[in-house]
């Protein structure tokens, strides 16, 4: 198909144009992202196009081929046009002269058809503005969006921008989530909180740590507790069914079986005593500072 | 525009001409006769305002009356999605070179030889249209008439691209993809559709063939259309004919003078 121009003359029943709205000035193509690759200024028509695969060099070439062109509306009833006529031809009328844009024909003995380069107001404003509607419906389209949304069985909110966070409140339970994804959830069976808890303090009964997949630590700056007592084996040889015990008043192990245990201090040792209170099972070794020292006998009693 | 004979345009620029359709729904032509109410409807842009990246889909109309198939069902002839293509033609009277040498006499006695036109009734070649698909239809049983919906092949653009392994990592070319888009919905490229840019399309994962080829026209200033032919066709902004100021007919034809167009200033 070639580009080529109708000539309509008077053979037009009606033919109402607009101003020329002027040259193409401007081409914004936005990605996915809501990147704006922007080419050009103000002083003219601006496109818009939606394109994932865009770039400012792209955006420049568009606006480049558009360089001195110019979009002229009008609405054209009745024009006797060939039909050989297709979208995108050029038309003159009258001196009139713009592009087939939209094309309607309802066939009869003539060949007549509806034409036009629509707009849609046949005011083009001279002085660029943005009345305060459309800019709270941008606003709203483009920056953030909210809702309220009550149901038979049902209510929540949300607000959405670049993220998105909602609650819902339900008949047996409460949700709030962040992206789609619930990071707190309040049911008969208590409060679920996925992700951090951040606060000042926490008064609870038993505090159990991990569950499936998570590394079972409790990290902190101090430790202060009473004591603890290690309910699990630790694995490796000899350090079963054992344990250890930390206290305000010292530090003690608490073997099953002594036999099997080895005790190493990574730190110089400087104690007025080492003490073993046990009856059956005696160290065999204590190792001071890489220095092996044989255990010959412990006084009993 | 479409390419049309030296009969056409002669019969056009006579002024004098009459059109006359047909339809041909699955293979089936219907005539005049048979035809009510045909209309075709198309656009460029997606909405009231001049754009880019736009596909419009353009659709059809038209009504079958009792005469074309008497005592059936004629909804239940034409299948689902049937193919339909609306076809034009203008007939006049053109001058018949072959008989313009006459004779008479203007008295008794007195013979004259002298050139007369004269005219001969013919009509000139089929135009084809618009190609379009049964979108949905109206039976009225009781006066045996069918209403028939038509959209064009960009309808079949609205589905997912086919998935492909072969897509090269630095993306394919937008012709290749534009040609392979054409072949998916059954369509060929129209020649005139230029992509001389050259730009690296990415494997596009999650768009529609349309959105893609939206995409492709925006990067070129223009919207895609189907042609009255049925070809797929990118229609730029840039791509208007330039204004001019020859000298021309009442019906568009170039008034020439020594072979040359006369411009007007």
Redesign the interface.
């Known amino acids: ?9 008077q ?1 037009i029943q009606q033919l109402s144009s607009s101003p020329d ?1 002027g040259s ?1 000035s401007k ?1 914004i ?1 936005i990605t996915d992202e809501g990147e704006g690759y922007v080419a050009g200024d103000d002083n003219g ?1 601006t ?8 770039s400012q060099a ?1 955006a420049d ?2 606006l480049a ?2 360089q001195g ?1 110019s ?1 002229k ?1 009008y609405d054209g009833s009745s024009a006797y046009i ?9 038309m ?1 009328s009258d001196g009139f ?1 713009s ?1 087939i ?11 007549a058809a509806d034409i036009a ?4 107001t046949e005011v083009q404003h001279e002085i660029q503005y943005e009345p305060q509607s459309e800019r709270k419906f941008t606003r709203k389209m483009k920056e953030i969006s909210s809702a309220l949304v009550q149901k038979v069985d049902s209510i929540s909110a949300w607000v959405q921008g670049d993220q998105k966070f909602e609650w819902s409140l339900m008949e047996d339970c409460m949700e709030w989530k962040a992206n789609n994804r619930t990071v707190m959830k309040i049911s008969s069976a208590g409060l679920e909180v996925t992700g951090s808890i951040k606060t000042g303090s926490i008064f609870t009964g038993d505090l159990y740590v991990g569950g499936a997949g998570e590394t079972n630590k409790i990290s902190a700056s101090t430790l202060r507790t009473g004591a603890q007592w290690p309910t699990s084996s630790y694995g490796g040889t000899g350090y079963t069914n054992g344990g250890y015990s930390l206290t305000g008043g010292g530090f003690g192990f608490n073997f099953n079986n002594m036999q099997y245990a080895d005790v190493y201090y990574a730190q110089p040792i400087n104690a007025s005593s080492f003490r073993y209170q046990g009856t059956q099972y005696i160290p065999r070794n204590i190792v001071v500072s890489g220095v092996t020292y044989t255990v010959l006998a412990v006084p009993t009693g | 525009m479409q390419n049309t004979s030296e009969l056409f345009k002669t019969i056009w620029n006579s002024g004098n001409y009459e059109s006359e359709i047909k339809a041909v729904i699955n293979g089936v032509e219907y005539f005049e006769n048979q035809l009510m109410d045909v209309s075709i409807k198309r656009e460029l842009f997606g909405g009231n305002n001049v754009t880019i990246g736009s596909t419009c889909v353009a659709s059809c109309s038209l009504t079958l009356t009792s005469d074309t198939m008497t005592g059936r069902d004629i909804s239940a002839q034409i299948p689902r999605g049937a193919r339909i293509e609306i076809w034009e033609r203008i007939s006049g009277e053109v001058m018949d070179t072959s008989r313009n040498a006459v004779a008479g006499t203007a008295k008794p006695g007195i013979a004259i030889v002298g050139i007369a036109a004269e005219y001969k009734a013919t009509h000139s070649e089929w135009l084809l249209q618009g190609v379009f698909f049964v979108d949905c239809r109206d039976y009225t049983s009781w006066e045996s008439r069918l209403v028939l919906e038509g959209v064009d092949a960009m309808i079949f653009a609205d589905a997912d691209y086919p998935g492909e392994d072969t897509w090269p990592e630095n993306g394919k070319r937008d012709i290749d993809v534009a040609r392979q888009i054409a072949g998916y919905i059954n369509v060929s490229l129209d020649s005139g559709t230029k992509l001389g840019n050259n730009y690296r399309i990415p494997i596009p994962l999650s768009y529609t063939m349309r959105e893609v080829l939206g995409f492709i026209g925006a990067m070129y200033g223009g919207n895609w259309v189907i042609t009255k032919e049925g070809k797929l066709s990118l229609i730029t902004l840039a791509g208007l004919p330039e204004e001019t100021n020859f000298l021309v007919t009442n019906y568009g034809s170039p008034i020439k003078f020594g072979g040359d167009r006369i411009l007007v200033s």
């Open positions: 198909m070639s580009r080529e121009k109708v000539f309509v003359g053979s709205w193409y081409v193509l028509l496109l818009e196009a939606e394109c994932p695969y865009a792209i070439a568009v081929n558009l062109k979009y509306p060939t039909p050989a006529a297709e979208i995108g031809d050029g003159t002269y592009g844009y939209s094309l309607s024909r309802k066939f009869s003995k003539v060949s380069a629509p707009s849609d």
